[in-house]
């Protein structure tokens, strides 16, 4: 059973950078697409950016592309999200999802999805 676990959340000022971390439990990592959601307060949840197992292959909404850069390092069993030229529209708590690569393409649809960290909280403020 894959778990997930999300590092690097915390308080940025508009403008800055994060990085977050999500960091699985198993060496069978490598065989898992991966995505990152993110959900406001009052908001529906909001797929931000994926990436196939091997890490070929990645996807990103608009509201963040060219901000934000998802990568994975499949020998530490981690996915990375890099969040650049951060806004207070960008507050809001993220997670990290795992679904195993049965041969579909990658995607940002929640409901592909079958292992959710607990998420960290991201709060971009002055």
């Known amino acids: 059973h894959l778990q997930l676990v999300e590092f690097g959340g915390g308080l940025v000022q508009p403008g800055g950078s994060l990085r977050l971390s999500c960091i699985a439990s198993?060496?069978?990592?490598?065989?898992?697409?991966i995505a990152w959601f993110r959900q406001a307060p009052g908001k529906e949840r909001e797929g931000i950016s994926c990436i196939s197992s091997g890490g070929g292959v990645t996807d990103y909404a608009d509201s963040v592309q060219d901000r934000f850069t998802i990568s994975r390092d499949n020998a530490a069993n981690t996915a990375y999200l890099q969040m650049n030229s951060l806004k207070p529209e960008d507050t809001a708590v993220y997670y990290c999802?795992?679904?195993?690569?049965?041969?579909?393409?990658?995607?940002?649809?929640?409901?592909?999805?079958?292992?959710w960290g607990r998420g960290t909280q991201v709060t971009v403020s002055s």
């Open positions: 198993e060496i069978t990592f490598q065989h898992y697409h």
């Open positions: 999802a795992a679904e195993w690569n049965s041969g579909d393409s990658v995607t940002l649809k929640s409901n592909e999805y079958g292992y």
